[in-house]
């Protein structure tokens, strides 16, 4: 099975910085695109940005010029450095992968819309 960790949430106060990491483990051959969720207390969840095994990234307008996400392939790792943060930005954000191809007893196996179970970033002063 394939599972995200996330990491790096926390109280930031406005205007400051936080860098999120969201780990996927399993016996992983590829994965498609990897993204990041937010949810706010009594909103629906809401997609923040997006990237493409070949690094091609999309983003929210409300975050675009301050949050940058990456990923590092050999790592199953995907990131999201988040700065100028204000106090909208509160919410829990959410690792998501697309597709992934990984391995179990020598098949070869998709598994698709696997989600982290979240990690809380509050902005407040």
């Known amino acids: 099975q394939v599972q995200l960790v996330e990491s790096g949430g926390g109280l930031v106060q406005p205007g400051g910085s936080l860098r999120l990491s969201c780990a996927a483990s399993?016996?992983?051959?590829?994965?498609?695109?990897m993204g990041w969720y937010r949810q706010a207390l009594g909103k629906e969840r809401e997609s923040v940005a997006g990237?493409?095994?070949?690094?091609?990234?999309n983003y929210a307008d409300s975050v675009k010029g301050r949050f940058t996400i990456s990923r590092d392939n050999a790592k199953n790792t995907v990131y999201l450095q988040m700065n100028s943060l204000k106090p909208e930005d509160t919410a829990v954000y959410y690792c998501?992968?697309?597709?992934?191809?990984?391995?179990?007893?020598?098949?070869?196996?998709?598994?698709?819309?696997?989600w982290g179970q979240g990690t809380q970033v509050t902005v407040s002063s």
């Open positions: 399993g016996s992983i051959l590829s994965i498609n695109t």
């Open positions: 990237i493409t095994s070949g690094g091609s990234s």
């Open positions: 998501n992968v697309d597709r992934v191809l990984y391995s179990r007893d020598s098949t070869r196996l998709w598994a698709t819309d696997i």
